[in-house]
Every structure is written in structure tokens, then in C-alpha cells.
């Protein structure tokens, strides 16, 4: 039984020191981090309701233009692969290339546009409220 106890004491040591040095090759890089979204405005306050986070990733085709639209959440995502222009109702415009990052525009008219040549994948993570929109598109005044 000591032997046992021995035994299983030095295979605790041994799992902790080789976690220890996976754990030292683990590397983080800080993508994005601000309490503005990416045309300066201060992002708004989280409501005191029931928060809902959704992540979705969203495939653009090339030479393809979004409807113009508006997220009441706070939300941020990462280009994976291709390129993404945001312009904004006051025409800020935003470029994107694979690997950046956008902390998205709140309250704000926009759209997203691909004038590249591959399609743009966009990881994207909303702070939301449950059973509330997290994007609104604007609708065409005939």
C-alpha cells in the first residue's frame, strides 16, 4: 500500500511539472481591447436584463455588399481569411484584412462590403440580451 501511495504521489509531481511546461508554451496575444468601438465612440453600458452571447461566423462572397444595418449590442470579431470594408451612415470607413480585429460600432448605420476576390470569414461575438435583436437592418423608404 505504500509503495501504491509513493507511486502515486510521484506520478502527481511528475503530471503537475509537465503541465507546468505546456502551459509555459502556451502564447496570448491581445487582439483587441478598448472601451470604444473602431470610429471612437464610447461603447454604452451593459443593460440589467438576461445577457445572451452569440458568436456566428459569417461568410461574405467576394463583390458582395451587406444591407445597411445596426447592432444594438456590443460586439467584436476577427477577420480569419480576406478582406471587409465597414463604412458608416457618416461615411467612416474601416479596412479590414485577415487577422484584424473590429470592435463593432454600436447605435450606428452601416454596412460591411467584400470587394476582394476570395470570401471574407468573420468570427463575430455579440453581448447581447436575451430575446432582444442583435443586429436591426434598415428599412427602404419608398
Given at each position: 500500500?505504500?509503495?501504491l501511495i509513493c507511486g502515486f504521489c510521484l506520478?502527481?509531481?511528475?503530471?503537475?511539472?509537465?503541465?507546468?511546461?505546456?502551459?509555459?508554451?502556451?502564447?496570448?496575444?491581445?487582439?483587441?481591447?478598448?472601451?470604444?468601438?473602431?470610429?471612437?465612440?464610447?461603447?454604452?453600458?451593459?443593460?440589467?436584463?438576461?445577457?445572451?452571447?452569440?458568436?456566428?461566423?459569417?461568410?461574405?462572397?467576394?463583390?458582395?455588399?451587406?444591407?445597411?444595418?445596426?447592432?444594438?449590442?456590443?460586439?467584436?470579431?476577427?477577420?480569419?481569411?480576406?478582406?471587409?470594408?465597414?463604412?458608416?451612415?457618416?461615411?467612416?470607413?474601416?479596412?479590414?484584412?485577415?487577422?484584424?480585429?473590429?470592435?463593432?460600432?454600436?447605435?450606428?448605420?452601416?454596412?460591411?462590403?467584400?470587394?476582394?476576390?476570395?470570401?471574407?470569414?468573420?468570427?463575430?461575438?455579440?453581448?447581447?440580451?436575451?430575446?432582444?435583436?442583435?443586429?436591426?437592418?434598415?428599412?427602404?423608404?419608398?
Amino acid at each position: 500500500m505504500k509503495n501504491l501511495i509513493c507511486g502515486f504521489c510521484l506520478f502527481l509531481i511528475l503530471s503537475t511539472y509537465a503541465w507546468a511546461q505546456d502551459a509555459a508554451q502556451v502564447k496570448v496575444d491581445v487582439l483587441a481591447k478598448s472601451s470604444d468601438s473602431w470610429n471612437g465612440k464610447a461603447l454604452p453600458g451593459y443593460p440589467d436584463s438576461k445577457p445572451e452571447i452569440t458568436i456566428l461566423r459569417i461568410l461574405i462572397p467576394p463583390k458582395t455588399r451587406l444591407p445597411e444595418h445596426m447592432h444594438p449590442v456590443i460586439n467584436a470579431g476577427v477577420l480569419i481569411k480576406g478582406q471587409l470594408t465597414v463604412v458608416t451612415d457618416k461615411n467612416k470607413i474601416l479596412r479590414l484584412k485577415a487577422g484584424d480585429p473590429i470592435i463593432e460600432v454600436v447605435d450606428t448605420w452601416h454596412y460591411g462590403e467584400n470587394n476582394g476576390d476570395e470570401t471574407a470569414d468573420i468570427i463575430v461575438f455579440y453581448a447581447g440580451v436575451k430575446g432582444e435583436p442583435i443586429t436591426v437592418k434598415k428599412s427602404v423608404q419608398k
